[in-house]
């Protein structure tokens, strides 16, 4: 999305970025950028919370409006929980002995299924 949005830039269309990988985001070097930062798959806020998400789109439409050089990151102000706002980010992505062996054979399922796919196509 951030490559989307530098090539549209270039074709003079605004873009705002809404997301969660900062890192990412900012290291394409996108225009504009409002970090929100939620578990990814989160953007514009938590589900079903619609004023949350109204304030989040309006914190891009401002953004939009008022980005003072280019490679501007706002952040928007809410936390996901703040009694675990820190937990999501270490259970993210987590390989542990609770769940490696359950993760290995996922990993396995898939490979066999790409594999079954190429022999249909071939």
Known sequence: MSLVARHLEVAGIVTVVIGSARDIVEECG????VFVDFPLGNPCGKPWDVSMQQVVIGEAFDLMEKAWQPRTTV???FVWNESENDLW???YMRVDD?????LAEAGRQRREKQ???KRQKA
Do not use: L
């Open 30 to 33: 996108v225009p504009r950028f």
């Open 75 to 77: 952040q928007a102000p």
């Open 89 to 91: 980010r270490d259970r």
């Open 98 to 102: 609770s769940n490696r062996e359950i």
């Open 115 to 117: 594999k079954q796919a």
